[in-house]
């Protein structure tokens, strides 16, 4: 069995986190030989709450699962971390959008980014999950200089998880079977869920997704419109955001940085160098594989002038956004 490795998830006693644990220390992200030793982060007034996801890790007896460290101190909690899952974060209510969050949330991200610079392993590889998550990364990441920008990501896996799964219900095949969906840009509602390069594998062959459905107006409006606002519309119907799917993806997300990709794209938010156009230093969502724990964005796709308003649109956000933070981390 490998040393333990020592992985932090902010926001532990609340909804994310409540699924996340489990998933984490039971071997779903890092591996059935890996033994992990979780660090809990959240505010001293949820530290009640807290100990009670403690007792619940302790009584569901895990293997894996070598130590568990509840703390309301951030150094403490990002001490020589391998992993950080930064969900801890005020979620948004019914109405607003997830840039409203932002001056809420993105003083958070500079701390941890503080905190993290100063006692993490300089090659822990960070998610973020808080919203408005690839600001919040972004900023997490300029406050944190001694670590590499590559090792800062913002979470569109949930996302892209709805696509692959709208698109299986569409074509009446086990979701597993759609790959290679795209999300372009923003965890927000300008995000482009692009299903021009997917693959469906069918009667044993595999085959492009735009032929296999033969509706081009059902690509470019329901599916990239259910995909956009399914948030929005767990939240209507839950009056909570989502959270066992969120829990999944942001495992998804670390065991594929973590374990690779094999023949899959993924899509992660990125610190963008300018690929395909994008503005530079915004985190942005491109599809990337992932071999030997680097991640790598997915070169040569060709983008139609359709792909390019969308990608142009979720930019733009993205760098007022980054504007917007800057603004908020000054004072
Ligand atoms: N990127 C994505 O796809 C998704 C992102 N989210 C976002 O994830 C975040 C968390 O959502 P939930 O777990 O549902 O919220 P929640 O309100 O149930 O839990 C958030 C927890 O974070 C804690 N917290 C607040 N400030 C903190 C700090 N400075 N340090 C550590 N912990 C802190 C709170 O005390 C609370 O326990 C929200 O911002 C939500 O919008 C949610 C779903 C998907
Ligand atoms: O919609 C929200 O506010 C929570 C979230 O990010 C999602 O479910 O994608």
Request: hydrophobic content about 45%.
């Amino acid at each position: 069995m490998a040393a333990p490795i020592k992985v932090v998830i902010t926001g532990a006693a609340g909804q994310i986190a409540y699924s996340l644990v489990y998933q984490v220390a039971s071997g779903a992200v890092f591996g059935p030989a890996q033994p992990v030793v979780l660090h809990l982060l959240d505010i001293a007034p949820m530290m009640g709450v807290l100990e009670g996801v403690v007792m619940e890790l302790a009584d569901s007896a895990l293997p894996l699962l070598a130590g568990v460290v509840p703390t309301a101190n951030p150094e403490e909690a990002f001490r020589d971390v391998a992993a950080a899952f930064l969900v801890g974060a005020m979620p948004r209510k019914e109405g607003m959008e997830r840039k409203d969050l932002l001056s809420a949330n993105v003083r958070i991200f500079k701390e941890q980014g503080q905190a993290l610079d100063k006692v993490a392993r300089k090659d822990v590889r960070v998610l973020v999950v808080g919203n408005p998550a690839n600001t919040n990364a972004l900023i997490c990441s300029k406050y944190a200089p001694s670590i590499p920008k590559e090792n800062f990501t913002a979470m569109t896996r949930l996302d892209q998880n709805r696509a692959q799964s709208q698109l299986a219900a569409k074509l009446g095949v086990p979701v597993q079977d759609v790959k290679n969906v795209i999300i372009w840009g923003n965890h927000s509602s300008t995000q482009f869920p692009d299903a021009s390069n997917a693959i469906v594998k069918i009667g044993g062959a595999d085959k492009p997704v735009p032929a296999a459905i033969n509706d081009d107006a059902y690509l470019k409006s329901t599916f990239v419109s259910t995909v956009q606002k399914r948030g929005a519309a767990v939240i209507a119907a839950r009056k909570m955001s989502s959270a066992l799917s969120a829990a999944k993806a942001a495992s998804d997300h670390m065991r594929d940085w973590f374990l690779g990709t094999g023949d899959r794209w993924v899509s992660m938010g990125v610190v963008s160098d300018g690929s395909y156009g994008t503005p530079k230093d915004i985190v942005f969502s491109f599809p990337v594989t992932v071999s030997n724990g680097k991640w790598k964005i997915v070169e040569g796709l060709t983008i139609s002038d359709f792909a390019r308003q969308q990608l142009d649109i979720t930019g733009k956000e993205l760098a007022e956004e980054k504007q917007d933070a800057l603004d908020v981390c000054k004072d």
